[in-house]
Structure formats: C-alpha cells, structure tokens
C-alpha cells in the first residue's frame, strides 16, 4: 500500500487504473477502511485512475485529531501531494460528509463529486447516536452488531473481513470523528458546491434515508440521482454492478 506525506504525517492509500483522469475516494466511519472501494477501484473506465485513501487503520492521525474537517483538508493535501488535476472526489456515509466540506471549500478545484449514502446533517439521528454510544461505552466489542447495518443483506466473506478489519481500528478515532460528524451541518455548505455532483442513495438504507438524499440535492446546485433500488447502505459492495453503471456514466459525462 502507497504511502504519501500529508500535513506532515504519513497517508496510506490503495490505487488503481492508468489514465491522465483521477477519482479520489474515502470510505466511512466506525473503522471502514479502503478496501471498500478495491472493486470499485478495479472496474473504473478506461482512461481514469483511482485512489482511495484509508484514514484509520494505516494512516496517522491528522496534527489537529480526527474529525470530518480535518479529513476534509487532508483530501485538499492529499490531491496537492500527487498534484492531480481537477479529480473527481467521492465518498461513503461519512466519507461523503468529508466530501461534501472538501468541494464546498475549493469549489474549483474538483471536477466532480460522488456521495454515496450520506447527507449534510444528522440532527436528530437516533441510529447514529446509539452507534456511538455502543462505541464509547463497549469499545470494539459489538462492532459486528454495528457493522451489520450498513448492509440489506451481509455479504459472505467480505463481511467478516470488513468486521475483523473494523476490529483493529483506533477506538479513539472512530468516536471523535463520529461525534465530529453528528456535530456538523453541512446544509450552509450546500450551494458552494459548484462541480457536478452525483448523490448514491439505496433504497433499503436504515441511516441515511430518502430525506438525506433529497437535502443534497435541492442544496447542491448541479446534482442528480442514482437511485440503488436493491441497495441498503453500501452499494458498491451489495450492487456493484448497478453502482458501476451510475459511476462510469458520471464519470464519462463529467469529463
């Protein structure tokens, strides 16, 4: 796994692809890791590559702690480092929040934005406060049990990867960017994001319902749908087939 200095410290990430096109992808919170978007990775379009930065297992800590800001300004720091051109940047759930702050404070530097099963804020979001919760007072104990939300249905083996990956991650990081994320308002932000925007949203999502998606896109000036009827939470795992199409035919009409 690359490794690249940002903010003075070291950033894992996982790549894949060849081409003069960039997309930059984060996963989400509660000890998500890369590896979410290897497949993904793997099936981009000709002509693009893809990166995908992990932020808890492998990475530091960014000098400020972990919070949706500070990995937000490292995605600025993170293109910077690899001096990519108007990348296209994308994220999970949480991700997707980081996404959001990132466009919305270099409203020119991104050529697209994906936001795969989030939204700007959660006020009054009881899952995600029993979530954390269940973090602060059992640590990595029920993390299987949290895990399972995130999917319709598990799926085999990549599930109890995802778990015992989930299981290794710093309790400390997932509870302060967790509670960084149900602190944070993103709906102000909306109208700064100026690239075209593609907001994910699966159908059979507990957490991120068809409210959240909704907010994106009437805040988000240049945004459409792609609606994952088959979907839970994390589409690019549960229906990649569909969640490829929606990408590649972004991708090819943002570029």
């Known amino acids: 796994m690359p490794t690249i200095s940002v903010d003075g410290v070291p950033v894992h990430y996982i790549e894949a692809g060849s081409g003069e096109r960039a997309v930059v992808l984060l996963h989400g919170g509660f000890g998500s890791s890369s590896e979410l978007w290897e497949r993904t990775l793997q099936s981009l379009p000709p002509g693009w590559r893809g990166y995908a930065i992990d932020n ?6 960014p000098p400020d702690g972990y919070s949706v800001q500070s990995l937000a300004r490292r995605v600025r720091g993170f293109v910077d480092a690899l001096d990519l051109e108007k990348p ?5 759930s ?16 991104y050529g697209g934005v994906v936001l795969v099963c989030t939204g700007a804020v959660m006020t009054n979001h009881t899952l995600g406060r029993v979530l ?4 602060r007072d059992n640590g990595h104990a029920n993390l299987r049990e949290i895990s399972a939300h995130w999917f319709r249905e598990l799926p085999g083996d ?11 991650a710093p309790l400390a990081a997932m509870i302060d960017v967790q509670q960084s994320l ?15 925007t593609l907001v994910v949203f699966g159908a059979h999502d507990a957490g991120r319902t068809s409210d959240h998606a909704n907010t994106l896109l009437a805040g988000i000036p240049n945004s459409r749908l792609a609606h994952m009827p088959d979907s839970g939470h994390t589409p690019m795992v549960e229906t990649p087939e569909a969640f490829d199409a929606a990408l590649h035919a972004f991708l090819t009409e943002t570029h």
């Open 56 to 61: 808890f297992l492998r990475s530091a800590a």
């Open 88 to 92: 296209v940047i994308g994220g999970h």
């Open 94 to 109: 949480m991700g997707g929040v980081v996404s959001q702050i990132a466009a919305s404070n270099d409203p020119q530097r």
């Open 132 to 135: 954390l919760q269940d973090l």
């Open 158 to 168: 990549f599930f109890e990867d995802y778990v015992a990956r989930a299981q290794t």
């Open 182 to 196: 149900l602190d944070t308002d993103c709906r102000p932000l909306l109208p700064k994001i100026t690239a075209p």
